[in-house]
């Protein structure tokens, strides 16, 4: 039974930076890809960064490279994504998601891919 459970949301200023933890259990970590999600207010979901701990692989959307990062810690089983830099259009309910390495295609992340889910959490930048 996989389960994800995002933190680290909250409401800072421009310029600001806040660290999203996806922490993740039931899985095994080789066969998926996590991806980062984020929908703002009154508009669609969009994939943001995808991670893949064998090959290092790390795919950022145009509009947060440069500003987020990516890293895992496996003995956590957490994903992290280090977004620096905020700014207000990057307001939204941020969600982590993992999808089965033989279902994702590549980049940018299709949500219908990614078979689990976490519940969100809120980044609100002022």
């Known amino acids: 039974h996989v389960q994800l459970v995002e933190s680290g949301g909250g409401s800072v200023q421009a310029g600001g930076s806040l660290r999203l933890s996806c922490a993740a259990s039931g899985y095994t970590a080789s066969t998926y890809f996590v991806a980062w999600f984020r929908q703002p207010p009154g508009k669609e979901r969009e994939g943001v960064a995808v991670?893949?701990?064998?090959?290092?692989?790390?795919r950022y959307a145009d509009s947060v490279r440069g500003r987020f990062t990516l890293s895992q810690d496996d003995a956590k089983s957490t994903v992290y994504l280090q977004t620096n830099s905020l700014k207000p259009e990057d307001t939204g309910m941020y969600y982590c998601?993992?999808?089965?390495?033989?279902?994702?295609?590549?980049?940018?992340?299709?949500?219908?891919?990614?078979?689990?889910w976490g519940q969100g959490t809120q980044v609100t930048v002022s």
């Open positions: 991670i893949h701990s064998q090959g290092h692989y790390t």
């Open positions: 998601a993992a999808g089965h390495t033989a279902v994702v295609a590549g980049f940018p992340p299709n949500p219908g891919d990614y078979a689990y």
